[in-house]
């Protein structure tokens, strides 16, 4: 186990500025998780904390020991690739030992180490196949037990289950939440699913155009985010987004959502300037059958998912607006309803999608 | 399919095509199996049906040639020209598509450009720079010239495209420097181009007949290209002891043909899937 600090780190392309100066403190035994649309830099900065990636400016320490020219070999740490990597000319067997054998191990400890995390990943009968006798799902557990039996002291993973169907891929994120827990290792893991994030994550990195939008624990960035684009990114369906503009009024400052009738949601904001646009956001399970605010609206289309329904409805020709409800099996399409909610839940950000508040 | 006129016609067109070129294809080859058969008398006139001259062209061909060393001076040549063709030009494609510099595609490009220079227009150049280097007459001098082979760098290049980098991602973080990831992972992996590359230039250095010709000069040096065409340029060339010496020299481009030929075609397919 291990700590790593990342101190604005920075790398470019030419005159192409990519990862915009990160600052990131990763304690022993935490499991990270780099999340972000396609693009926005989290693959080349996991590459960077390997190695693979030269580092523009900026210091890497793992330990406290700064790494930046440090070989990826000697960094202590160990990858799984989003293609899984495995050398398809070696069995499973030797794909697992290959790295200890060019460190030197003597053959009796590769042995070992190899069965070992073929036991954890029971791996066992497949030790002698090659990777192309063997399925997607358990091309990637040898993925990992590669990883493993080089005892790194941080794991990192590039999209591990993006190649894999939905059913396995829902297996394999236990799996490697078991592992983490099973081996205590402080785990890097990139992903643009933030549903992954979501669930195995103790700590989730939000990136966007090479930048750190926020840090925090899966909840926290739910609940709590910092600006508009983190409040979009996490959670699904993602939040409603509402335009409306400040007014104060007999019952004190409000927000004016011209495009909903003119509905009104009070603000519980000190300070708020009247006449400021702003963003009014609210999640898909914050709209309930009772609360003192109300949109008026036409249901366009419903997803019934059996225990919840997503009901998509708008006001107007305008925006959808998505509502998530446990009662929804005997709405329909056309039907008016008064999606009502509790203003405390609403979050609100300014034109620029900063958080008020 | 419908049997319209036109389809018809098109068929017809399509095999009539095909079928000549597979006769213009197999046909030397009849020729040469039942000209071992037969007189040099009988092939000038024509004949196309076995004879029972074989022994006897078989026997000549052994008695003015000596097989053992002809064949050796050609397989020395041979195996030599390819492995060190493979060699170098795998590592010279590997290096172009990995390795990226401002220079990289200007060279590319300049290194392509020679294949469109003629090995006539070579060949004085390359006499006299062999010659200076005091190697006319061996065989070093047949294998020198064509180890930096522009057209198999070409294949190598392209092959390398398909060549996953994860892998040599994956091979940086086991611990391997440049030239291991190239030995133990580029290598296997890339068998089946290899397996292709490794016809295609056996067949070239074994065929090769020009540049031979010019530089070796004596009986002891010379390969079996070079041999039957002395056969057949001779006052009174014995044209069934020429097939016969035909035959041999084909033997071994067809036997590595066939033992490989599953890798060639895979190879030209890509050998990463």
């Known amino acids: ?357 | 399919m419908r049997t319209s006129p036109a389809n018809i016609a098109s068929a017809i067109l399509t095999y009539g095509f095909v079928g000549l070129m597979a006769f213009l294809s197999v046909f030397p080859f009849i020729w040469m199996a039942l000209g071992a058969t037969n007189s040099s008398i009988d092939i000038i006139k024509g004949r196309l049906a076995p004879g029972e001259a074989l022994a006897t062209n078989i026997a000549n061909f052994f008695t003015l040639v000596n097989v053992p060393l002809v064949f050796w001076n050609s397989a020395k040549v041979t195996i030599f020209a390819t492995v060190l063709t493979l060699a170098v030009s795998s590592l010279a494609g590997y290096g172009f598509e990995i390795f990226r510099s401002r220079h990289r595609e200007r060279l590319y490009r300049a290194m392509l450009l020679t294949l469109m220079i003629p090995f006539a227009a070579l060949m004085i150049p390359l006499f006299i720079m062999v010659g200076k280097m005091g190697l006319i007459n061996t065989h070093i001098a047949v294998v020198l010239p064509t180890i930096g082979s522009a057209f198999i760098v070409f294949y190598f290049r392209q092959s390398t495209k398909a060549f996953p980098s994860e892998l040599r991602d994956a091979a940086k973080v086991d611990g391997l420097k440049e030239w291991q990831i190239f030995l133990y992972i580029y290598v296997p992996v890339m068998r089946s181009t290899y397996a292709a590359a490794f016809i295609i230039v056996f067949m070239t250095a074994w065929n090769n007949y020009l540049w031979p010709l010019i530089v070796l000069q004596s009986n002891e040096t010379k390969t079996i290209t070079l041999v039957i065409s002395s056969l057949a340029s001779a006052y009174y060339p014995d044209y069934g002891v020429v097939m016969v010496g035909t035959i041999l020299a084909t033997l071994p481009t067809l036997a590595v043909f066939f033992f490989m030929q599953r890798q060639f075609v895979q190879g030209m397919l890509g050998s990463v899937k």
């Not at chain 1, 960094?75 to 794909?95: C, D, K």
């Not at chain 1, 005892?151 to 169907?165: C, G, M, Q, R, V």
């Not at chain 1, 419903?302 to 005997?330: D, M, P, Q, S």
């Open chain 1, 1 to 357: 186990m291990s700590e790593l600090q990342l101190s604005n780190v920075r790398k470019s392309y030419g005159g192409l500025e990519v990862i915009k100066g990160v600052d990131l403190d990763i304690k022993s035994g935490e499991f990270v998780v780099f999340v972000g649309p396609s693009g926005c830099g989290k693959s080349t900065l996991l590459r960077m904390i390997a190695g693979l990636e030269e580092i523009t400016s900026g210091d890497l320490t793992i330990d406290d020991i700064r790494m930046n020219d440090v070989d990826p070999s000697k960094r202590g740490i160990a990858m799984v690739f989003q293609s899984y990597a495995l050398y398809p000319h070696m069995t499973v067997r030797e794909n697992m030992g290959f790295a200890l054998r060019f460190a030197g191990i003597p053959k009796a400890e590769i042995e070992k180490r190899v069965s070992e995390a073929a036991n954890i990943l029971e791996l066992g009968p497949l030790l002698e196949r090659k990777p192309k006798q063997l399925s997607g799902g358990q091309r990637q557990r040898v993925a990992i037990g590669r990883a493993i039996v080089r005892h790194p002291k941080i794991f990192l993973f590039d999209e591990p289950l993006s190649n894999l169907d939905a059913e396995l891929r829902v297996h394999m994120r236990i799996e490697i939440a078991r592992l983490h827990k099973q081996l205590a290792a402080t785990i890097i893991y990139v992903t643009h699913d933030q549903v992954e994030a979501m669930t195995l994550a103790d700590k989730i990195v939000v990136m966007r155009g090479g930048v750190v939008e926020q840090i925090g624990s899966p909840l926290d960035l739910y609940d709590d985010p910092a600006n508009l684009f983190v409040a979009g990114f996490i959670g699904s369906p993602k939040m409603n987004f509402l335009k409306g503009v400040i007014e104060t009024g007999d019952g004190g400052t409000f927000t004016r959502l011209s495009d909903y009738g003119d509905a009104k949601i009070p603000v519980g904001l000190t300070g708020a300037t009247p006449g400021t646009a702003v963003t009014v956001g609210i999640r898909p399970e914050h709209f309930k059958e009772t609360g003192t605010a109300a949109l008026d609206l036409t249901i366009d289309m419903l997803e019934h998912l059996g225990g919840e329904t997503f009901a998509y409805a708008r006001h107007g020709n305008g925006e959808l607006v998505v509502i998530e409800t446990k009662n929804g099996r005997g709405l329909k399409s056309g039907d008016r309803i008064a999606a009502r909610f509790d203003p405390a839940c609403a979050l609100l950000f300014d034109a620029d999608g900063k958080r008020l508040r």
